[in-house]
């Protein structure tokens, strides 16, 4: 981690010194990752431009609201984690845990969630082998569920070390790379949510 | 440290109240579906563009890293657009 400006770095009017949070490999992984869900969206959409009723038939039978309550969930999650960063960044070690734990608790919500959303696809007799719409839904939620454990696994360690003190102001380079990969968790989840529960036929 | 007088406060606001919009809004039989789909994917973009800045702290992140990763939403939203217009 480095506070200081790199050379050749551009700084703002307020010359405060640009940089990336954690360590730029972990940027390269996000980007990384940014770009292989990019191409999912794209052959998702391409697969519904061959059969939009098939897909628009099977997303009504998707639960919106739910959809819609695990974006708010993942968003408070990463608004939590965000405040964590802060406190660190001032010091405020002993406010830390309590928000790296707000992500740790709102990321098993999500996890409940999608798990009694699978249930109830599966107990309707719905899989991913039951059309190509399900396939993608199935596809795209459960890598992305993936992460979500990844994610909340990385966030409880930084809890319990938090909790030892283990972090402060001049040593945030692991909860900033953990934070930056779970704002992408959650940025990932603001567009596969309206991409299968929202797109509406023309 | 105050909570609410934190930025990433005032943007999680927006971020909630654009979630319902969204999801309680605009998916509704309100509007026309071409209406709706620019209106999702647009708010989507801008929202993932607000993530980026404030929650990820990429609003201080050297210009091209910045850039390329603001890039992204325009790009995925313009290309579900593109789709779903091109779609029969």
């Known amino acids: ?202 | 440290m105050s909570v609410l007088r934190e930025r990433v406060t005032v943007v999680w606001l927006g971020l909630i109240v654009a979630t319902c919009v969204t999801t309680w809004g605009l998916s509704k039989e309100l509007f026309s579906p071409s209406v709706a789909v620019i209106g999702i994917f647009t708010i989507a973009a801008v929202k993932v563009s607000y993530v980026m800045l404030d929650f990820m702290e990429l609003r201080h992140a050297p210009i091209p890293v910045r850039a390329a990763f603001q890039a992204w939403p325009v790009v995925v939203a313009a290309m579900i657009l593109g789709f779903w217009f091109a779609t029969p």
């Open chain 1, 1 to 202: 981690m480095s506070t200081l400006s790199r050379p050749g770095t551009v700084t703002t009017s307020r010359a405060v010194p640009r940089r990336l949070p954690g360590v730029d490999g972990v940027w390269v992984a996000i980007g990384a990752d940014a770009v292989i869900f990019a191409i999912l969206f794209g052959s998702f959409m391409q697969a519904r431009l061959h059969n939009p009723a098939v897909f628009e038939a099977s997303r009504h039978t998707l639960n919106s609201s739910l959809g819609g309550i695990d974006t708010l969930i993942l968003l408070t999650s990463s608004w939590s984690v965000a405040l964590g960063i802060q406190a660190l960044k001032r010091d405020l070690v002993d406010r830390a845990p309590r928000y790296l734990l707000g992500g740790v608790l709102t990321g098993l919500m999500f996890m409940v969630s999608k798990s009694i959303e699978y249930f109830e696809k599966f107990t309707q007799g719905i899989a991913p082998a039951t059309n190509d719409f399900y396939m993608w839904y199935f596809t795209l939620t459960g890598i992305h569920l993936l992460h979500v454990v990844f994610g909340t696994s990385l966030l409880s360690y930084l809890w319990i070390r938090s909790r030892r003190r283990a972090y402060s102001s001049l040593q945030r380079v692991v909860p900033e790379c953990v934070a930056s990969y779970w704002h992408l968790v959650d940025l990932l989840w603001v567009v596969i949510f309206p991409l299968l529960y929202l797109q509406k036929a023309a």
